[in-house]
C-alpha cells in the first residue's frame, strides 16, 4: 500500500521547467484518466505548426505546467502571508490543471463547426462535473473556484485572469517550442511578485516592469504567432473541410471518418442540448474520443474524395499548399471581392455555391490589455491598489482598444490581372 | 520571376537552433514535396512520449536540423581547406535532407510488422530514387554519396558514421524535446574539430574529449529515453497489437482503418517484391500515405473491437495502462516464464493461443561505440589518424562490447503470488 | 608565415552566441593591443554587481560580441541587395569593435571626476586616432564612420543609433550575465529585419512587434538593473570617495595610489587640454594603465585612511555597508533635507563641509525611446519609411518623455525619528 | 525587528539557477561578513579568462549556487525519508556556504608563493574558526561535519567527496560562463539520484549513466579548461613573478604593493606558524584583506620595474604576450632542455640565474575518477551498495589512474633553430 502511495507522487521532465514532481493522490488519478491522457494527441497550438515546426506540444504538457506554476504561486503567496489552507492549495491545483480538458482536436475551428455554440470552457466545466461525480465530490471546492464562486477571489482569478497560471504557462511554453524566443516571458519574476489584497490578486510596485514586459511579449506571441497569417489561412480552412464535410454528410454522401467523427459530422448540437440528459452523454462521450489524430487521418482520405471542394481543401492542408492570404488595415472592398470571385468561377470553373470555399475574407483582432476582462492592479507601496493604466508609463488604455486586421483568401494559382 | 526565387530562399524558426535559412532552391522544392510534408505528421520518437511528454517533435525538424548542421560543417572543412565543390556540397545537403524519407509512423513497430524485412534505410533508397526521376535527375550525385559509392568517402561519413550530422542533430534534439539535459552534445565544437585525411572523416586531436563526451552521452540518451523501459513496453503492445490486427484481417475480420492503412494490413510484403515495378509502386503509394494520425486513430477505434485480445491492448496503449514490465540482466528462466503464463491464463481466462499477447519476454541492446560501423578516426598532430579507442584514456573496446538487458512483461493486474 | 596568418583566423568561446571567429587580421591585431587587452579588466556594468553577483562581464566580451552581431547584420543586409564592400564591412567592424575603447573604470564615476567633462566617446575617438597613426592609417574609414562622416549613413547607424549593434549586445549580454532573463531582446530577429533606405538604417514592417518588445525590453532592464537603486547609491558614493580622494591630495596629504592613478588624481584635467599635444599623450598614458583593479585595491586601502570621510565611504562600498536610498516620484523637500543634515550632523558628529558625503539627493532619468538621437524608421510594404511612433499601437511619444525619479541617501544608521 | 526578519529573507538573481532565496538569518549574516563579501573580488577560475573571456565569475557566486544545491540535496534526501534535522540542514548550508572562504586571489599560484604549504582547505577551517568565535559558536556543528566529524558521514560528502555540491555547482558554473557547454552537467538529476545507505552517501542504481557523463563531462573540463595549455603557462608566469618579487623584497628593493601584499612578499609565513597566535591574527588580517585587485594592480606597476625579469614577465602577464608553451605525453629531454636554456641565455642576454624565469618544465595530472578521496557507491534495487567500478561497463579503474603531460615554456621570440 505505501508503495502505491509513493508511486503517485511521480517526476516528470518537462523541457521548459525541468522536473516537476505531482504531489498529491489527486492530481496524479486525475491525470491518468482517459479524459486528460487524451490531450497527449491534441496539439496545444493546432495549426501553428505549418508555420512553426516545432509547434508540436500538446495541452498534456501545458496543463502539466501550469499546474507546477501555480504551486509555485501558492509558495510564494504564502511566504507574503496570505493565507491558503491545504484544501485550497489542492483545490486551485485541480482547477488548473483541468481548466483546458474541454478543448478538442483544433479546438477554434471545431467550435466553429462540430460543436457550434459550444465553448471549450462550457465543456470543460462539463467534464469536471462528470469527474467529480466519478471522484466522489472530490472537486467541488475546485469547481468553485473554476467557476468564480468562493469568497477567496484570487483564487479564481490565478486560474483565470489577466496574469493567470494558464497565460504564464502557455506564453512560455508557446514561446519555446516556436522558437519565437522574444515572446520568453519572466514568469518567476510575475509569480514572485503576486500579492494579495482585498481578496483580490494584484501585483507589488516593483513588478510593474515585469507586467508592462509580459503583455508586450504577449501582444508579440499574438501577431508573430497565433495569428501569423499562414496559420490564420490553414484555421479557415480547417474549418471549410469540416462544414464541407458536414453538408456532405447531410446530402447522405458517404465519408470515411471514425465513430465519434462521424457522429458529430451526423448531429447538430447546441447549448441548449447539454440540458437533455442522453444527449449530453452522448456529446462527451463522443467529444472526449476525438484528437487530432482523427481529424487529420480522415483530411487524409477525403484527398481522394469525389466532391471536389472537399479534395480540394483536404490536399491543401494535407501538402501544405494553402491559398493565398493577404492582411491589410481595411477589409476589401465589395466590387474587389466580386471581381476576384468572378475571377475564380471563371479560371478554375467553379459553380456559384462552391466560390465560398475559395475566396473568402475575414479578420482577425487582438487586445494587449483586457481592460475588461478585469484590469490588473499594482499594489503601491502604501498598500493601495491602482490600475496598471493608471501606474505604468505605457498608454495600456490605447492598447486595450482592439486592432482589427482583415484578410482575404483565394487559391495561389487565380490569376488577379 | 526574381520574387518567386526569393521565397525559395525561407527561414525556418527552430527552438534548438533558433533560425535556419534555406539556401537553395532545390532543397526548398524537396521539403515542399509531400514525401517530405509527411514527415511533419511523423514524430521523431515514436512511443517515448508516454514517458517525456515533450517529446513529440517530428522527423521533419530533425531533417532539417540535420540540414543545418551539414551546412555548418561544409563551412567549418572547406575553411580547413578541404576540398568541397558547390555540386558536392548541394548534393550532400540533399543527402542528408532525405537520409530518414522513409521512415514510417512507429518506424520500429512497422518494420517488424506492415513492412517486414524492408528497413527504413531501403525505402529512403526508393523514394529517394523516385524522386530522382521526378527532379530530372538532379539527386544523382546525392544518392551516389548515400550510397556510399562516391570517391570522397567523407561525404558519406557526413550522412552516415558514428560522426556523422544525423546523430549530431538527433541526440541534441532528442534531448532538447525529452528535457533530459544531459544528454545536450556539444555539436557546435565537435564540427569544429572534423577533418579530411585520406578522403576520411577524421577528428582533430584537441576533439578527442568532445568525441568521448559525445559517446557517453549518446550512452545516457540511449538507456535514459530510447531504451527506456516503458518505452520498450508500449513499442512491444503496439507491434502486438498490429500483428494481431493482421491476423484477424486475414482471418476475414473486418477493422477500421483508412486505406493504406488496410492495404498494408492485407498484403504480405517482403524484400523480393521491390523488384516487381507494380508492387514496388502500390507500397510507395501506401507507405507514403500512412503517419502516426492514422495508426492512433484506428488503434483508438479498434478499442471496441469484438476481439479481446486487439480491444485490450488497444486500450491499453490509448490510455496509457501499459503491461508491467521488469528488466535484469538476465532472462527469466523457462520455468518461472511457465508459471506466469499459467497464472495469466487462468487469471484472465485466456486462450492458450491468446497467451503470448499478454506475458511476453524480450533484450534490448545498447553498444556506446559500434567499431564495426567504421572506428572514429583521430588526426594527431604529426598528421597521422589513429582509431579513438587507442587514442582515448576511455576503454572504448570494452564499450563497444553490446550490453544486453532482458526483460519480462505481463499484465500489471496478475497476482503473482 | 602562412601558418601566422592562420592563427589570426581565432576562435573565441562566448557565453551568449556560442563560437565567434575573427575573420581578419586586423581585427585579430587590434585586439592583441594593449588599449584593447586593458578591456579585460573593466567590468561592463560597474558597480551592479553589488546587487547582480553573475554580472561580472566585461567591456572586452561586449566590443568582441557587439563585433559578432555587426557581422550578422552585414550578412543580413547584403541578403538584401544592400550594397556593401569589404572595406565598408572591414571599417564597420572596427568602429563596433572600438566603440567603447574610451571606457576607463566605472565609467560613469569616473567621468564625473578624474576626467570631468571628457566622456568616454571622446576618449574613444582619441585612442581610435592614436591606432589610426600605429596602425598606419588602416583605420580611417573606421573613423569616418564612427564619427557619423560618411556618406552611407545606415554605416554609422549600425554602430551607434536606437537599434545599433552596441545595444543590441549589451541589452542581451547583461541580462545574460545579471539573471534578468526578462531584458533578453531578440537581436537575431531584430537583426535579421533591418534594412536600408535611402541610405538610412530602416526596420521591415513585419519586425516592429520585434522592435516594441525590445524598446520594452530595455525599458525594464533600466529601471531593473541600470538604475538599480542600490546600483545608484554605490555609484555616488564611489563618485564622493574620488572627488574626497583629490581634495585630500590638493590639500598635501598622501594617498595610497598606483602610479596612474596618483597622477590622474593631481591633475585637474579638462576637455580644453586635449587639445595641448603634452598634456594630450600625458592623459592617454595614463587613463590607457588604468583600470577597475587599481580602483578596488586603492578604496581597500583607503578604509584605514586617518581621514574618516575618506574611510567611512571606503568601507561602506568594500564591505558593501552602503548608505540607505529612497527613491520618490518627487524631490524631498528643502526643510526635510535640512533636517535629516541637521541630524546626520549630530548624531555622527558631522563638520559641516562633511555632512554632503553623507547625506545627498541626487534624480536618475530614462528615456524608453529617443526621439531625439534618431527615430526608429519602419519600412512599409510600399517601401515608405514612417516613424515608429506613427507605425506602433504603442504611445512612444508618451514614452519619449523622459521619466525622472528623485533619490535621497543617508547613513542606515542615522535615526529620523 | 519583523521587517528586519524579513529582510534577511532576500531572493538572489542567478545566471545559472535564476532565483536564490536564503531562508535563514545566520546566512545572511555569514554573507554579509567582510570575509565573504571579499570573495565577491575573487575570481573563481583565475587566470582562465585569458582563454575564457567569459569567466570572470567569483567565489562569491559559487558558494551561493552551491549552497542553492545544497538545499535541493537536502529536499531530495528528505523526500526518500532520509533523517536530516533542521539543524543538521541549516550546519551543513553553513559548510557548504563556507567551504571556499579560505581561498585568496589566484589560489594555486598563491598557495605555492606566499603562503607556501598552507592550503586553501586549511585556511578555510581558520576562518570558520574564527567566525565561529564572533557568531558565539553557532558554527559548531557546521565545522563538526566540514571536519567529518560528525557520525552522519553523508552531510560531510555533500560538502566533500567526489558528488558533492561543490563540485556540482563549480562545473555547471564554471562550464555556464566559459561557454563550454559540454561541459554541462545534469546537477539535477545527480541530485535526484542520491540516497543515503549505512550513513554514506549513494547513488541510486538509476542515476549510472548520469554519474558517469558527471565524470567524462568534469574530465572534459579538466582538459579543456582547468588545465587547458594556456591557462597553465599563465598560472606559472604569476608564480614566477609572485617569486620574483619575493627575492626582490628580500634584497631590499622597494616594491609597489598594497599594505596587506607588502606584508605577504616581506613575511615568509609556514603551517606551523598557524600555532603562534600573533603570527595566525596576523596572516588572517592580512590574508583577508587580499583580493584578486591587488595582484593585478601591482603586477601592472611591476610592468615599469627596473628588474627586468620582473617587469618582462609583468608585461607579458598585462598585455597577453605569454610565453610559449608546448605540451606533450613525455617531458622535454635533458639534453634538448639544456640547448632551449642556453639559446634563451644567449639570445636573450639572460644571467644564468635568470633563465629558470624564462625556459622552464613542469607537468600537469588528471584523474577522471579520484578512486582515493572515496569511491562511488551505487545503490542496487536490492538495498546494496556496489562501488562505481564494478557497477558500471566504463572501465572507470582505468580512469582512476592519473594522466600526466609534460610541458615546456619558453619566450615566443625564440629562435630555436
Not at 157 to 185: H, K, N
Request: charged content about 25%.
Amino acid at each position: 500500500m505505501a508503495r502505491q502511495l509513493v508511486n503517485k507522487r511521480k517526476i516528470l521532465n518537462d523541457p521548459v521547467y525541468g522536473f516537476i514532481s505531482l504531489q498529491s493522490d489527486i492530481i496524479f488519478d486525475l491525470i491518468e484518466h482517459p479524459y486528460f491522457q487524451r490531450l497527449r494527441r491534441i496539439k496545444q497550438l493546432g495549426l501553428s505548426c505549418v508555420v512553426y515546426p516545432g509547434a508540436n506540444h500538446t495541452r498534456f504538457e501545458h496543463a502539466i505546467g501550469a499546474l507546477h506554476l501555480m504551486r509555485q504561486a501558492i509558495d510564494s503567496l504564502r511566504m507574503k502571508q496570505v493565507e491558503i489552507s491545504d484544501e485550497e492549495a489542492e483545490a486551485v491545483c485541480i482547477a488548473i490543471l483541468l481548466h483546458d480538458i474541454g478543448h478538442g482536436p483544433f479546438s477554434h475551428a471545431l467550435e466553429q463547426t462540430l460543436v457550434q455554440g459550444i465553448t471549450h470552457e462550457t465543456l470543460s466545466l462539463l467534464l469536471m462535473e462528470q469527474l467529480n461525480t466519478e471522484f466522489h465530490q472530490q472537486l467541488s471546492l475546485a469547481i468553485r473556484i473554476f467557476k468564480n464562486d468562493y469568497p477567496k477571489k484570487f483564487l479564481h482569478q490565478l486560474v483565470a485572469s489577466q496574469l493567470d497560471m494558464d497565460r504564464m504557462d502557455y506564453l512560455r511554453r508557446d514561446s519555446f517550442f516556436s522558437g519565437v524566443v522574444e515572446g520568453t516571458i519572466g514568469s518567476d519574476r510575475i509569480i514572485k511578485m503576486l500579492n494579495v489584497c482585498d481578496n483580490q490578486l494584484v501585483v507589488d510596485r516593483k513588478g510593474i516592469y515585469s507586467v508592462e514586459k509580459f503583455l508586450v511579449a504577449r501582444r508579440l506571441m499574438y501577431w508573430q504567432v497565433y495569428l501569423h497569417k499562414t496559420v490564420i489561412v490553414a484555421e479557415y480552412m480547417l474549418i471549410l473541410i469540416l462544414e464541407r464535410a458536414k453538408l456532405l454528410v447531410k446530402k447522405g454522401e458517404t465519408l470515411f471518418a471514425p465513430e465519434p467523427l462521424k457522429w458529430m459530422l451526423q448531429h447538430q448540437f447546441g447549448l441548449d442540448d447539454l440540458s437533455i440528459t442522453d444527449k449530453k452523454s452522448n456529446l462527451i462521450e463522443n467529444f472526449t474520443a476525438l484528437d487530432d489524430s482523427d481529424i487529420l487521418s480522415s483530411i487524409k482520405s477525403w484527398c481522394k474524395h469525389p466532391d471536389r471542394v472537399l479534395s480540394y481543401l483536404s490536399k491543401a492542408i494535407v501538402n501544405r499548399k494553402l491559398l493565398k492570404i493577404s492582411v491589410a488595415d481595411r477589409p476589401v472592398s465589395k466590387t474587389q471581392l466580386v471581381e476576384i470571385k468572378k475571377k475564380a468561377k471563371d479560371q478554375l470553373g467553379l459553380k456559384t455555391n462552391e466560390i465560398k470555399y475559395f475566396v473568402f475574407t475575414g479578420s482577425i483582432t487582438n487586445h494587449i490589455y483586457e481592460a475588461d476582462s478585469g484590469t490588473i492592479k499594482i499594489l503601491s507601496k502604501s498598500n493601495e491598489t491602482i490600475d496598471l493604466e493608471n501606474a505604468s508609463d505605457i498608454d495600456f488604455k490605447r492598447l486595450s482598444k482592439a486592432v482589427r486586421k482583415h484578410f482575404i483568401c483565394y487559391p495561389k494559382e487565380l490569376d488577379l490581372n
